[in-house]
Nanobody, 122 residues
Framework: VQLQASGGGLVQPGGSLRISCVVS????????IGWFRQAPGKEREWVSC????????FYADSVKARFTVSRDNARNTVYLQMNSLQLEDTAIYYC????????????????WGQGTLVTVSS
């Protein structure tokens, strides 16, 4: 499975941005796709994920009600819509794939894409 994230950029506080992850490879529709982020000087943290089987979605408390994860299997793409962005959302965002359903820990994700930088600044 290969993953490629894109769509990062500079956005003002309170603004919105949608980042994408193109997933390719055999049985890619069956994988849980997760979003992680890493801010400067901090550990990489789980943000959200969407399961392959039923499209169940999960969110970290810090982004719940602001971020929405979705997938378009016809386009092999998973999206993360980010609204009401805050300064602390600034980070490199990574997408990753797991064979396990709805997992939040990094070790459960075997495949990773390169990151896309999201900067929230006025």
């Amino acid at each position: 499975v290969q993953l490629q994230a894109s769509g990062g950029g500079l956005v003002q506080p309170g603004g919105s941005l949608r980042i994408s992850c193109v997933v390719s490879g055999k049985f890619s529709d069956d994988y849980t796709i997760g979003w992680f982020r890493q801010a400067p000087g901090k550990e990489r943290e789980w943000v959200s994920c969407i399961s392959g089987a039923f499209g169940s979605t999960f969110y970290a408390d810090s982004v719940k009600a602001r971020f929405t994860v979705s997938r378009d299997n016809a386009r092999n793409t998973v999206y993360l819509q980010m609204n009401s962005l805050q300064l602390e959302d600034t980070a490199i965002y990574y997408c990753a794939a797991s064979i396990f359903d709805g997992v939040t820990d990094r070790d459960s994700y075997a495949f990773w894409g390169q990151g896309t930088l999201v900067t929230v600044s006025s």
